[in-house]
């Protein structure tokens, strides 16, 4: 079983829309996974801004992939690379560290997942 940052078993991320690599609700990884999609986040208009601007557009829907686009307050299973990248641009968005994976700890801090922490354990 999958383990989170906190060493607790994986919980889920969001299942509205269906988010992780596998589209099971949770940010788990395995060999396929080459963006290493770990990290359990809250959309915000500056990340998603962000985020098109380095050339991923995650507002737009696509539908012929199952993907909706995303807005500010849906919650997704990000490539860690990609928020470390915006936490070093001061535009991180937010972590649910039950539902981020273990494996993201090769490539941020812990201290910089828990300063970006959603204060509710319960959000989605």
């Known amino acids: 079983m999958a383990r989170n940052v906190l060493g607790t078993p994986l919980e889920s991320c969001c299942t509205r829309p269906m ?5 099971t609700g949770r940010c788990d990884t395995g060999p396929d996974d080459v963006g290493l999609h770990l990290v359990c986040a809250r959309m915000t208009e500056a990340f998603l801004a962000f985020s098109v601007e380095r050339g991923n557009d ?3 829907p696509h539908p012929e992939f199952g993907f909706p686009g995303l807005k500010p307050g849906d919650c997704w ?6 928020w470390k990248e ?3 641009a001061g535009v991180a968005p937010p972590v649910r560290l039950a539902s981020t994976h273990l494996s993201a700890l090769e490539f941020v801090d812990l201290a910089d997942l828990k300063v970006h922490a959603l204060d509710d354990p319960d959000a989605p």
């Open 86 to 88: 915006a936490l070093e």
């Open 19 to 23: 988010t992780g690599f596998f589209r």
């Open 77 to 82: 299973c990000l490539c860690v690379q990609r």
């Open 58 to 60: 995650l507002v737009t």
